[in-house]
């Protein structure tokens, strides 16, 4: 039966000493069971000791540590996985692949901003246009589709100039033989867009084999976007002239119908305006009471001095009379139908509210046919100028050097993730080892 051995260096006496010291600092009942424990451990130790030594045992070396299989595994999968790949990729992109240049250029989509006419009709000139801010959003979209890369391809032969190196460049250039949509895929990789959605700039990068084909490309960029732009403008044209024609004509039709309505009125009542009407009849009634308060007067003079059976008595009471029924007839007249208004078929407060309604109507369609017309001004004036444009801040440039590829980037990035993938491989190697 092997015995624990101890380390050689261990002393009896030592231990001992230092199980006193413990026993002499510990304070307090915790400390007195822990001295307690340590003792009686020493003293298990101290027993064990002596039976090694007089069973004259001798204390193991531990051996020199060498290598084994999974040691040479796990080096031969780093140089597998890390170095191999590093060291193609780094000869691949220092020997094989070509230069690229860079051509940048950068524009914005800027609205003409006129002091004229359009200023004192009420901010109307609004309405017959849209923002930089979408129109620069049309360009970002439009410069990415298939629609740009053909009229590139139209003017720049993207086919012949970016398949030229395929023979050598496999990874960077374009095979000769693609289709519009493999096409369109690669010009995401030798074109990139930078767009600030608030202040609604632009900037383009094109790259290319040669630093002139580079700077064609951009240049093809830009005079498409201007077109684009200068087609966007048309559009908007047509369309605000189009939309004021169609709201004057509706303007126009309704003013007529207003107008038409009042003079069926006016045919109809046989009355040009029902206030001047009123207001005539209201000074016939002032007139009347203004006649039968002198009449009032002159019989009360005149019973006062002569005697009731007096023909003047009897006259001035008849003139009363008249004056009274004169009146009540005028009343009637203004406020039932027992007049020559009955001929309407309605009263004259009924033939008042009808002629208000129709007059609001006329003033409301004169209203609406002078902003038609005035929106119609707006929209030809805007027509006969550029009212957005594109404004380039930066020419297209040509490149002197040589930026791409990369290949310290691409050469430290793939060597990052290598490993990366590398360490996590290992390490799920391991795991799975130590638990089985």
């Known amino acids: ?237 047509l369309d605000a002239t189009r939309y004021a024609d169609s709201d004057l004509q509706i303007a126009l039709e309704r003013l007529k119908s207003a107008r038409e309505a009042l003079t069926q009125y006016r045919t109809r009542t046989q009355i040009v305006d029902p206030t001047a009407d009123i207001q005539g009849r209201m000074g016939v009634m002032n007139n009347l009471q203004q006649q039968l308060a002198q009449a009032l007067i002159e019989y009360d003079i005149l019973i006062g001095s002569v005697g009731d059976n007096d023909p003047r008595v009897k006259k001035a009471m008849q003139r009363i009379d008249v004056i009274k029924e004169r009146i009540r007839s005028e009343r009637q007249n203004l406020t039932g139908s027992h007049s020559d208004t009955a001929a309407a078929g309605s009263d004259y407060p009924a033939l008042l509210s009808e002629y208000e309604r129709l007059n609001v109507d006329l003033e409301y369609a004169e209203q609406t046919y002078r902003a038609a017309l005035t929106a119609v001004d707006v929209a030809r004036e805007n027509a006969t100028r550029q009212s957005r444009y594109l404004a380039t801040y930066i020419r297209p440039t040509l490149a002197q050097e040589a930026e791409y590829p990369r290949r310290f980037v691409i050469g430290g990035l793939v060597g990052f993730f290598l490993l990366l993938a590398w360490s996590i491989m290992a390490l799920i190697y391991y795991s799975i080892r130590d638990r089985s």
């Not at 298990?44 to 193991?60: I, T, Y």
């Not at 580079?214 to 044209?237: C, F, G, K, P, Y």
Request: aromatic share 8%.
């Open 1 to 237: 039966m092997n015995e624990p051995l101890l380390p050689a260096s261990t002393n009896t006496e030592d231990l001992v000493a230092e199980g006193e010291e413990t026993e002499t600092r510990g304070r307090g009942r915790k400390k007195k069971r822990k001295g307690g424990k340590l003792r009686a451990r020493l003293a298990a130790l101290q027993m064990e000791l002596e039976a090694a030594k007089a069973n004259g045992g001798e204390f193991p070396l531990p051996r020199a540590a060498h290598m084994k299989k999974r040691h040479w595994g796990l080096i031969f999968s780093f140089f597998l996985i890390v170095i191999a790949p590093m060291v193609a990729l780094n000869g691949y992109l220092w020997t094989v692949a070509k230069d690229q240049y860079a051509s940048i250029t950068g524009f914005t989509v800027r609205s003409q901003e006129s002091s004229g006419a359009s200023d004192l009709l009420g901010g109307l000139a609004s309405f017959a246009g849209t923002s930089a801010a979408s129109d620069s959003d049309i360009l970002f979209e439009f410069i990415q589709s298939q629609e740009m890369v053909e009229a590139v391809q139209a003017r720049v032969d993207l086919r012949a100039h970016y398949s030229q190196p395929w023979s050598e460049d496999k990874m960077f250039a374009l095979w000769p033989d693609a289709t519009m949509e493999q096409l369109v895929w690669y010009w995401s990789r030798i074109v990139k867009i930078s767009y600030d959605s608030g202040s609604g700039l632009i900037e383009v990068q094109a790259t290319g084999f040669d630093p002139k084909t580079a700077q064609d490309v951009t240049t093809a960029i830009v005079e498409e976007s201007q077109t684009r732009i200068n087609a966007l403008n048309e559009q908007a044209r």
